[in-house]
């Protein structure tokens, strides 16, 4: 199918792979459509294989015993999730629920790993994927415990700015509940330090649209991760 042609190969994953080795891909792949809230998997599963989003938005998480939630990443299209168990052939490390209507492309393991044996540069494309989380992992664990909640807050300003390459304002593409969930706080602290922010003119909210009053500001914000006092 032509459609699920042209998402893998705009996909970082596999990127600047020959046609003939996309068309492989495609070959073992299978399309399953998602409804908003549906879990696509758990913690502690198998990892019989991954995803590549089409369409839609996922969250990947983790759970404590008590119930809590700690969301790890929002991923859109063209974005791979559940990747890792296909080298290590264990476990899916978090879980992962649709956010949203969604339509993921599937590769199981073993097809996949047969691929890759085939084909030794779909492995290192893989890596480079791999290499690229590991850093957001660390910047995330970085900012969750080096920078106070209004630091963390404008990082994730400041990332959106540079990814929907705008200067003036972004757009959230996930409710502020998952948003205070992504940066390790709850909704009644987040909705203070938009607040907060929007008094000392460095934003302006309305609805999931945010104003960027400020982006140097921001940028100063997140750089030291400081209280707005």
């Given amino acids: 199918m032509q459609e699920n ?7 970082h994953l596999f990127k600047g792979l020959p046609e003939n080795q996309l068309r492989e891909i495609e070959g073992i792949s299978v399309v399953k459509h998602f409804k908003k809230g549906d879990v696509i998997f758990s913690e502690g599963e ?24 700690q969301i790890l990443h929002i991923l859109g299209p063209g974005e791979p999730f559940g990747e890792v168990p296909v080298f290590s052939g264990q476990q899916f490390p978090a879980s992962a629920e649709a956010i949203a209507e969604s339509r993921f492309i599937f590769f199981p393991r073993s097809a996949f790993v047969a691929l890759i044996t085939a ?9 480079g ?24 807050l404008a990082s994730y300003l400041v990332y959106l700015a540079d990814e929907q390459k705008r200067d003036d304002f972004v ?9 205070a ?46 209280d707005l006092g």
């Fill in 46 to 69: 198998d990892g019989y294989g991954f995803f590549l989003v089409a369409t839609g938005l996922v969250k990947i998480f983790k759970s404590s015993i008590e119930g809590k939630e």
């Fill in 171 to 179: 757009t959230l593409n996930i409710s502020k509940g998952q948003l």
């Fill in 181 to 226: 969930s992504l940066l390790g706080t709850i909704p009644e602290t987040l909705s203070r330090i938009f607040a907060k922010m929007n008094s000392q003119n460095l934003i302006k909210v309305k609805d999931r649209n945010i104003k960027l009053i400020d982006l140097r500001g921001l940028e100063e914000l997140a750089r030291h991760g400081r």
């Fill in 129 to 152: 994927v791999l290499s690229m989380r590991l850093r957001q992992f660390t910047v995330q664990i970085e900012s969750l415990s080096l920078k106070e909640v209004p630091g963390r």
């Fill in 119 to 127: 084909n030794p540069s779909l492995a290192l494309n893989m890596l």
């Fill in 5 to 11: 042609l042209n998402t893998i190969s705009g996909a």
